[in-house]
């Protein structure tokens, strides 16, 4: 049974940095394409970022490029976010999530992602 288990969430001022964390266990994690995904109360799920197998391929929302790095180590099993700049409007429960869709086309879209964690809140404030 693949788990995933993010960590790091919490209360930063807006302009802060916030690293999130996500371990993998019970699969093959060099398989899988590794999102990030945020949602608010009383709105969708909505993607933040994604990495390929290898990392050499990520994918970014709009919202988030230039502020966010999302990267990953095979060898620990493990996913991370890096959060610059924060927004108030960054604020959200945090999910990583694991998939083995190979187009990439599709890293974006909820429904194409296998495995979820249980979420982090991530808080900015004003």
């Known amino acids: 049974q693949v788990q995933l288990v993010e960590s790091g969430g919490g209360l930063v001022q807006a302009g802060g940095s916030l690293p999130l964390s996500c371990a993998v266990s019970g699969g093959t994690f060099s398989t899988y394409v590794m999102g990030w995904f945020r949602q608010t109360p009383g709105k969708e799920r909505e993607f933040v970022a994604a990495?390929?197998?290898?990392?050499?391929?990520?994918s970014y929302a709009e919202s988030v490029k230039g502020r966010f790095t999302i990267s990953r180590d095979n060898a620990k099993n493990t996913v991370f976010l890096q959060m610059n700049s924060l927004k108030p409007e960054d604020t959200a429960v945090y999910f990583c999530?694991?998939?083995?869709?190979?187009?990439?086309?599709?890293?974006?879209?909820?429904?194409?992602?296998?495995?979820w964690g249980q979420g982090t809140q991530v808080t900015v404030s004003s």
């Open positions: 990495i390929s197998w290898a990392g050499v391929t990520t």
């Open positions: 999530a694991a998939t083995t869709a190979k187009t990439s086309a599709n890293w974006a879209k909820n429904a194409s992602y296998n495995y």
